[in-house]
């Protein structure tokens, strides 16, 4: 272990610059955006000095601590503020920080005719403070404090725009969504605290080997529930396409690139933990096979490009759980496809900005089309995306995705088959409704009104996309030759390549099969969208279609099962408590005051009833002295 | 004569009395009922003084009389005040403690 | 004279200036009366820079005879956890004062008499966590009632009588119970020790267990009544609707944190077996205190009412935190007590504020407030997210002490209790999206935002939520030494690791 003085200015200077921004208000308008820009850039600045650094060390002294203060200390209760960059947590500071600092460039651009450009960079630096202290916190506990505040960034970004009722909802379900998620994770603190009698990463992993299965997949089970929520998985996904009510570069940034794949880096990170449980596996591996499914089917069906995208990056961030279900195999695979993922699915994102910058904020993609020749760039741009995602050679998606499917199959047995088979239909279907998408919107005849003038975006914005890119064509190649992404995570991972495991097919075959799928989903969409899309969505379709348009009726579902017998306990408890528990309350004040007027009837005032109430009462005692004498 | 047919007498007069101020209504015989029933046990006293062969009773007595009077000077002053304010001697008419 | 003395005398003298002042005179009082509580805050900032972390025992002892034939001693002390508590009372009287500045206005009487009554009750609410001896706390666990019967009934809107009453009657009838059980401990302590009222004495008596229940009992509902636990809260919201933001704070944030802190100074340490009897009991009820306040915060329609039942819902944890009987328990409860000063106290503040503006307590008559009073909206929903316990602010390092500490001996306690977070997002979201989110509701275009003065006054509270929030170490190592005194007495050790090494 090395020690580093400089990791605490990751996250301390754009908390600053956040905090500043909201505190400043309307002065900072003028330069608000710059000081953020710049903060973001300083901190990739850092993170590549530290990534050169830790390059030249070896071995175990390859990972950085920075000790700051003692947070909490109660009894054995002992909590650190102490950060930890090692090859793992190093990937994604680059990452958040790179990606982050190109959203800050583009969203100068995208956001410079909004009143409140300021704010909105208050929260983005937020955002990267937050998320940065998630993936250097040393223990769990620091990680929740992350974990919460990249929620809290993206309640406050998803509902910018939240004098629209809708939005402001939206940001709400997302917030709630994930506090059921942190539920999970609170309890797999406690549960190891319990346990362990320590929180942090190391204390966790000298302990498993100690502790008992069932609490080891317990604390499996709770984390993957947190995953759950933080990474829009089954069954806490819905949250995530509202989420695209927040500004473009937000679902860029957050949604897309860096704070849902949070849930891929907490299972990473605990490998330990899965490592020692099967049965945590395999809910894991469960998890994210239904929702790469689940994703991509709502994919194909939606017409809005951004929430078609972000069913895209739900199905995505299944593969990469599921491929973090698998064991070491999968760890560093799971990683590598959270990496290339970040880079093309931010670079559509901001593709789909720059349309929507074009458009007037249309989103619509029926009332898209022929946009390409109009905007080289973004379609180009956006293209090179396209072919990663869905898996060409030799782009970035290819080589992570074609990993996954091939790791799946070689899970072995029937359970071989069916994760394989479902990452190979994930990724026909992947095809299909990226396909559909970029030739809805970028070829085809026109179909937007006359008073949009679509146009290329400004420099500010191109120059982003362009290097999210770049990112997308080569980043695949360079995490994969010579293994080096995967032999870079090991000592953290205790990731191997992908040799080893019962070998169901070659992968070469592997290869073939997903190539196929490709080619299979595109052949369908071109046929079915490359001409004569409605303007309007048509009705008359099928019900899987009325299904996928509905997510699957997974709002419904909430609704019925969760919020509306919620509201009905909500209201029969006020009901209760008014009635029943203060009832009771007055029923003694009542039977007092009751009492009280009857016994005020003998108070009539007449003298006579007086005096015959005293002799009456003289009467009772001679007669009570009477019978005592007795 | 048995001594004891004064008690019988004075307890007889207490009864009357006692039910003389709770039935009447007019304030004067209700009044007069209390004289009763304080005479009443005036006579117990002196009684009970002759029985016990000394004269602590009929001291006792005494002091019922003079108390009797002072309240007599009282009572008789409330009354024929009550009696100038509303025209009227019944007791029923200054049930004023009621509200 | 001891500095505890001091701190309760002082309040007093400012009290007896203001009687001397002229009633015509408002802003005269209001000045002597920030003064004094600022004067006040100084002293106790003293107190705790003279305190010694290192001492677990009673520190500024002081002891008077008071009725000597009785037994009764003029006896103050504190320890770690009467002290922050003292520090939180002693810091929010003037942020009170200053920020409900015209709430002394609308009243029955003077604008004088406001203030007088409120720094009565500061000297009250200091020598109540500073009593050592049972009858002085008894006595000034009844008196400080008069006050807020008084600040209530005079200076808050609505049924305001019938609020006061039903506020002084349910704290009476709690009192009077604790009397019983005061008066048992007393006779008791005549036939073993001689006659005394200190609750250190009292402490080392041998009480037989069906005895030591029905003591424990009397003290108990008395404190579940003050602090409330269900089904003893229904007074709260009444009060809470009725009460200027002011005495909401107060009544709130500090009068019902006497509740909780007897619960540890007298249940715990006098009747420690009676304690371990009762605790299933009571965890239920304080898990019943957390969700259900929470769903009926979820159900308010009035933005005092929901804050009340929120505080409900915290009294739960912090309730849950004690009589889990770890140090993390009883550390995170004392530390949720001044956290939940604070941030109670910010919410008061933040929706008083709302409501005087508007004219208006229903929450439905806001909306759309982030775009017309940004700082009022700003702070109104950071005193929510410390309401929801956001890592980062202080409330959530005492919730998850508390959690975490209960886990350890309850796990199924534990587990219940946390979902408790997800209906905090939920009550806390739904206000503020009501209220601040959405279009601008019609009436609410014109509403002023802060001012200077009402900024002075909520930026310590916020500071204060944020800096202990990161580094709540200054406050769990003045409190830790006293947690362990309390468990040491009561003869528990916290559970070890399952999985040993």
Same mark, same amino acid.
């Given at each position: 272990m090395t020690t580093s003085s400089n990791l605490v200015y990751l996250i301390a200077l754009p908390l600053v610059s956040s905090a500043l921004l909201i505190l400043l208000g309307r002065k900072a308008d003028k330069w608000g955006h710059l000081l953020a820009t710049l903060v973001s850039a300083t901190a990739f600045g850092i993170g590549v000095m530290e990534f050169l650094a830790m390059h030249t060390r070896t071995g175990a002294a390859r990972a950085a601590t920075q000790h700051l203060f003692s947070w909490i200390s109660v009894g054995s209760f002992n909590v650190d503020a102490s950060l930890l960059l090692d090859q793992l947590s190093i990937c994604f500071v680059l990452l958040i920080t790179g990606v982050g600092t190109l959203i800050h460039i583009y969203s100068i651009a995208y956001m410079s005719h909004d009143r409140d450009r300021r704010r909105f960079f208050a929260y983005l630096n937020l955002f990267i403070a937050a998320m940065l202290l998630l993936v250097l916190g040393d223990?769990?506990?620091?990680?929740?404090?992350?974990?919460?505040?990249?929620?809290?960034?993206?309640?406050?970004?998803?509902?910018?725009?939240?004098?629209?009722?809708?939005?402001?909802?939206?940001?709400?379900?997302?917030?709630?969504?994930?506090?059921?998620?942190?539920?999970?994770?609170?309890?797999?603190?406690?549960?190891?605290?319990?346990?362990?009698?320590?929180?942090?990463?190391?204390?966790?992993?000298?302990?498993?080997?100690?502790?008992?299965?069932?609490?080891?997949?317990?604390?499996?089970?709770?984390?993957?529930?947190?995953?759950?929520?933080?990474?829009?998985?089954?069954?806490?996904?819905?949250?995530?396409?509202?989420?695209?009510?927040?500004?473009?570069?937000?679902?860029?940034?957050?949604?897309?690139?860096?704070?849902?794949?949070?849930?891929?880096?907490?299972?990473?990170?605990?490998?330990?933990?899965?490592?020692?449980?099967?049965?945590?596996?395999?809910?894991?591996?469960?998890?994210? @096979?239904?929702?790469?499914?689940?994703?991509?089917?709502?994919?194909?069906?939606?017409?809005?490009?951004?929430?078609?995208?972000?069913?895209?990056?739900?199905?995505?961030?299944?593969?990469?759980?599921?491929?973090?279900?698998?064991?070491?195999?999968?760890?560093?695979?799971?990683?590598?496809?959270?990496?290339?993922?970040?880079?093309?699915?931010?670079?559509?994102?901001?593709?789909?900005?720059?349309?929507?910058?074009?458009?007037?904020?249309?989103?619509?993609?029926?009332?898209? @089309?022929?946009?390409?020749?109009?905007?080289?760039?973004?379609?180009?741009?956006?293209?090179?995306?396209?072919?990663?995602?869905?898996?060409?050679?030799?782009?970035?998606?290819?080589?992570?995705?074609?990993?996954?499917?091939?790791?799946?199959?070689?899970?072995?047995?029937?359970? @071989?088959?069916?994760?394989?088979?479902?990452?190979?239909?994930?990724?026909?279907?992947?095809?299909?409704?990226?396909t559909r998408l970029v030739v809805m919107t970028f070829t085809g005849s026109k179909r937007w009104d006359e008073k949009a003038h679509p146009h290329e975006s400004p420099i500010l914005m191109w120059l982003p996309m362009a290097v999210l890119a770049i990112g997308s064509v080569a980043s695949g190649f360079f995490f994969n030759s010579g293994n080096s992404l995967v032999n870079w995570l090991a000592p953290v991972l205790n990731s191997r390549g992908v040799e080893g495991g019962a070998e169901l097919m070659k992968p070469i075959v592997v290869s073939g099969l997903a190539l196929a799928a490709v080619v299979i989903g595109v052949g369908i969409a071109l046929t079915k969208y490359r001409s004569n899309v409605p303007i309007e969505a048509p009705e008359d379709v099928t019900i899987f279609t009325k299904l996928a348009r509905k997510d699957l009726l997974q709002d419904s579902f909430n609704e019925a099962v969760l919020m509306r017998p919620g509201q009905k306990l909500t209201a029969g408890l006020v009901k209760t408590d008014t009635n029943v528990i203060d009832g009771l309350v007055r029923l003694v004040g009542a039977i007092f005051i009751g009492s009280a007027t009857a016994l005020r009837r003998i108070q009539n005032g007449y003298v006579r009833s007086y005096a015959l109430i005293m002799v009456l009462g003289a009467l009772a005692l001679i007669a009570m002295i009477w019978v005592v004498t007795l | 004569m048995d001594i004891s047919n004064y008690l019988y007498l004075s307890a007889l007069l207490f009864t009357i009395g006692a039910v003389g101020v709770v039935v009447r209504r007019n304030a004067i015989v209700v009044f007069m009922c209390i004289e009763l029933m304080l005479n009443a046990a005036n006579l117990a006293f002196v009684t009970f003084s002759r029985i016990n062969g000394n004269l602590d009773g009929q001291v006792a007595s005494f002091f019922t009389m003079v108390v009797a009077a002072c309240e007599v000077v009282v009572g008789l002053a409330i009354i024929v005040t009550i009696y100038r304010s509303r025209r009227s001697a019944s007791v029923d008419d200054a049930s004023l403690l009621k509200r | 004279m001891s500095i505890v003395t001091t701190l309760e005398l002082l309040p007093l003298l400012g009290a007896l200036l203001l009687a001397v002042i002229p009633k015509q005179n408002a802003l005269l009082a209001k000045r002597v009366a920030l003064a004094t509580s600022v004067v006040v805050l100084a002293v106790a900032g003293l107190m705790a820079y003279r305190f010694d972390n290192s001492n677990p025992a009673m520190q500024f002892v002081e002891s008077r005879k008071w009725i000597a034939s009785f037994g009764v001693n003029y006896a103050v002390g504190i320890d770690g956890i009467a002290l922050v508590l003292i520090l939180m009372s002693a810091f929010l009287v003037p942020v009170v004062i200053l920020a409900g500045w015209h709430e002394s206005e609308n009243g029955k009487w003077s604008a004088k008499t406001f203030y007088i009554l409120i720094l009565t009750l500061e000297t009250m609410m200091i020598g109540v966590f500073a009593a050592t001896d049972v009858f002085l706390f008894y006595v000034i666990f009844e008196a400080m009632l008069i006050p807020v019967y008084f600040l209530i009934g005079g200076y808050g809107r609505g049924e305001r009588a019938a609020a006061a009453m039903k506020f002084l009657l349910y704290s009476l009838f709690g009192g009077l119970l604790m009397l019983a059980a005061i008066i048992g401990i007393y006779v008791i302590a005549g036939n073993q020790i001689g006659h005394t009222f200190?609750?250190?004495?009292?402490?080392?008596?041998?009480?037989?267990?069906?005895?030591?229940?029905?003591?424990?009992?009397?003290?108990?509902?008395?404190?579940?009544?003050?602090?409330?636990?269900?089904?003893?809260?229904?007074?709260?919201?009444?009060?809470?609707?009725?009460?200027?933001?002011?005495?909401?704070?107060?009544?709130?944030?500090?009068?019902?944190?006497?509740?909780?802190?007897?619960?540890?100074?007298?249940?715990?340490?006098?009747?420690?077996?009676?304690?371990?009897?009762?605790?299933?009991?009571?965890?239920?009820?304080?898990?019943?205190?957390?969700?259900?306040?929470?769903?009926?915060?979820?159900?308010?329609?009035?933005?005092?009412?929901?804050?009340?039942?929120?505080?409900?819902?915290?009294?739960?944890?912090?309730?849950?935190?004690?009589?889990?009987?770890?140090?993390?328990?009883?550390?995170?409860?004392?530390?949720?007590?001044?956290?939940?000063?604070?941030?109670?106290?910010?919410?008061?503040?933040?929706?008083?504020?709302?409501?005087?503006?508007?004219?208006?307590?229903?929450?439905?008559?806001?909306?759309?407030?982030?775009?017309?009073?940004?700082?009022?909206?700003?702070?109104?929903?950071?005193?929510?997210?410390?309401?929801?316990?956001?890592?980062?602010?202080?409330?959530?390092?005492?919730?998850?002490?508390?959690?975490?500490?209960?886990?350890?001996?309850?796990?199924?306690?534990?587990?219940?209790?946390?979902?408790?977070?997800?209906?905090?997002?939920?009550?806390?979201?739904?206000?503020?999206?009501?209220?601040?989110?959405?279009?601008?509701?019609?009436?609410?275009?014109?509403?002023?935002?802060?001012?200077?003065?009402?900024?002075?006054?909520?930026?310590?509270?916020?500071?204060?939520? +944020?800096?202990?929030?990161?580094?709540?170490?200054?406050?769990?190592?003045?409190?830790?030494?006293?947690?362990?005194? +309390?468990?040491?007495?009561?003869? +528990?050790?916290?559970?070890?690791?399952?999985?040993?090494?």
């Open positions: 223990s769990y506990l620091n990680l929740y404090v992350g974990w919460e505040g990249v929620g809290l960034a993206s309640y406050l970004l998803i509902g910018f725009w939240n004098q629209k009722p809708t939005y402001a909802t939206a940001a709400k379900k997302a917030f709630v969504a994930n506090r059921v998620g942190d539920v999970g994770l609170s309890l797999a603190i406690m549960i190891a605290f319990a346990q362990f009698g320590t929180v942090t990463f190391e204390g966790v992993k000298a302990g498993v080997p100690h502790a008992s299965g069932a609490a080891i997949t317990a604390i499996g089970a709770m984390l993957l529930l947190a995953a759950a929520g933080k990474s829009a998985q089954f069954p806490l996904q819905s949250w995530l396409g509202d989420a695209m009510a927040g500004p473009t570069p937000v679902s860029a940034l957050i949604h897309a690139a860096t704070m849902v794949t949070a849930g891929v880096y907490l299972i990473t990170r605990s490998n330990y933990i899965f490592d020692a449980s099967s049965t945590a596996r395999l809910l894991v591996v469960i998890v994210g @096979g239904i929702t790469l499914i689940f994703g991509a089917l709502i994919g194909t069906a939606k017409d809005d490009i951004k929430k078609a995208l972000a069913a895209s990056t739900m199905s995505q961030i299944g593969y990469m759980i599921l491929a973090s279900g698998l064991g070491p195999v999968g760890y560093a695979i799971a990683i590598m496809h959270l990496l290339t993922h970040g880079f093309f699915k931010a670079g559509m994102f901001l593709g789909a900005g720059s349309v929507m910058h074009g458009m007037d904020d249309e989103v619509n993609m029926r009332r898209f @089309g022929g946009i390409g020749k109009l905007m080289p760039i973004t379609f180009a741009t956006f293209g090179l995306g396209y072919l990663a995602i869905i898996g060409v050679p030799p782009f970035a998606g290819f080589y992570s995705k074609d990993k996954i499917i091939e790791i799946a199959f070689n899970a072995g047995g029937t359970k @071989g088959w069916i994760l394989g088979g479902a990452t190979l239909l994930g990724a026909a279907i992947t095809a299909f409704y990226m | - | 200190d609750i250190a004495q009292l402490s080392t008596l041998h009480i037989d267990s069906w005895t030591q229940d029905f003591l424990f009992l009397g003290f108990f509902i008395a404190f579940a009544i003050k602090a409330p636990l269900w089904p003893f809260h229904t007074w709260l919201p009444t009060a809470a609707k009725s009460a200027t933001p002011g005495t909401s704070i107060l009544l709130l944030g500090v009068l019902d944190k006497v509740g909780t802190y007897g619960m540890i100074r007298f249940c715990i340490t006098l009747f420690p077996q009676a304690s371990k009897t009762f605790t299933p009991i009571i965890i239920v009820l304080a898990l019943i205190s957390i969700l259900y306040g929470a769903f009926l915060a979820i159900g308010q329609r009035e933005i005092n009412g929901l804050i009340a039942f929120t505080s409900i819902s915290h009294f739960g944890f912090i309730t849950l935190g004690i009589f889990a009987m770890t140090s993390q328990g009883l550390s995170g409860a004392t530390l949720y007590m001044v956290n939940h000063g604070f941030s109670t106290g910010a919410l008061f503040l933040a929706a008083g504020w709302m409501v005087s503006r508007r004219g208006s307590s229903k929450i439905e008559d806001f909306g759309g407030l982030q775009r017309v009073t940004p700082v009022l909206a700003w702070t109104f929903f950071l005193a929510g997210m410390s309401a929801l316990a956001l890592p980062g602010l202080s409330s959530f390092v005492s919730e998850f002490l508390v959690l975490v500490g209960t886990f350890t001996r309850y796990p199924v306690a534990a587990i219940v209790g946390t979902t408790g977070i997800v209906l905090a997002a939920l009550y806390v979201l739904i206000v503020v999206q009501k209220s601040l989110h959405g279009p601008t509701t019609e009436g609410n275009e014109s509403l002023k935002d802060l001012n200077l003065r009402e900024k002075i006054a909520m930026a310590p509270v916020i500071a204060i939520l +944020v800096i202990f929030g990161f580094f709540p170490k200054p406050l769990l190592d003045t409190i830790n030494p006293a947690s362990q005194q +309390v468990m040491s007495h009561a003869g +528990v050790t916290d559970p070890a690791p399952k999985a040993g090494k």
